[in-house]
């Protein structure tokens, strides 16, 4: 089993639609999450972290399951410019130095007109 | 402020040639991470530093790759005799410390003929 899993995609919705994705992950130990955004050809940029109790950002709001070991990122009123690759982070610590990042291989969004 | 660099963005190298990537991250960042992306693949993790411990070489995929760090600032990755397999992405990033969000550079596209 992958550490970090996604659902590839794509998902291809209308503009305004709201869609969400989901990421898990297998380490219980896991302890910091986040969201980001990599467009076609581009680095991954940073779109939000995940708290424990969930965040919001404008449109975006994202949760945290520990339960269930997964993180989510819902997306309202999506826009043409939210067309990308949207990637799951999990940091785990390791030993009490030594820190891991794990990424998705991330869930391909594309909005349509 | 300014972000991470990256140079060159690109690099085309005769299969054999040695290559030499340099990374400069965000002022203050102690932790700094290389990772390389093939077309349409996910990031795969080569190497870790974290202010002057010892770095995390887990991810290099084989000797001829290596890395330096020199006084906590500027990175570069040396891969040596490439291979056309080598041919990827390689993207740098730095963390204010070592459980915090990464912020990625806009990479080098290195391309071995």
């Known amino acids: 089993r992958k550490e970090v899993e996604q659902d590839p995609g794509p998902f291809n919705v209308p503009e305004g639609a709201t869609v969400a994705f989901n990421c898990t992950y297998s380490n219980s130990a896991s302890q910091s999450f986040f969201w980001y955004r990599q467009d076609c050809r581009k680095e991954p940029k940073l779109l939000m972290s995940?708290?424990?109790s969930g965040n919001e950002d404008g449109r975006f709001t994202a949760q945290l399951n520990r339960a269930s070991q997964y993180i989510s990122l819902l997306i309202r009123d999506s826009k043409l410019s939210d067309s990308a690759t949207y990637l799951c982070?999990?940091?785990?610590?390791?030993?009490?130095?030594?820190?891991?990042?794990?990424f998705g291989t991330g869930t391909r969004l594309k909005v349509l007109a | 402020g300014a972000g991470v660099s990256q140079s060159p963005s690109n690099k085309v190298t005769e299969k054999g040639k040695d290559v030499e990537l340099r990374c400069d991250p965000i002022s203050g960042h102690t932790a700094l991470y290389w990772y390389r992306q093939s077309l349409g693949q996910g990031l795969e993790f080569l190497i870790y530093?974290?202010?002057?411990?010892?770095?995390?070489k887990s991810g290099l995929p084989s000797d001829r790759f290596s890395a330096e760090r020199t006084g906590g600032s500027v990175s570069t990755l040396t891969i040596q005799r490439t291979q056309q397999e080598d041919s990827a992405v390689y993207l740098c990033?730095?963390?204010?410390?070592?459980?915090?969000?990464?912020?990625f550079g806009p990479g080098t596209r290195l391309t071995v003929t």
């Open positions: 990033a730095s963390s204010l410390s070592r459980s915090y969000e990464q912020y």
């Open positions: 982070v999990v940091n785990t610590r390791i030993t009490s130095g030594t820190y891991k990042y794990i």
């Open positions: 530093f974290q202010g002057n411990s010892a770095p995390d």
């Open positions: 995940v708290y424990s």
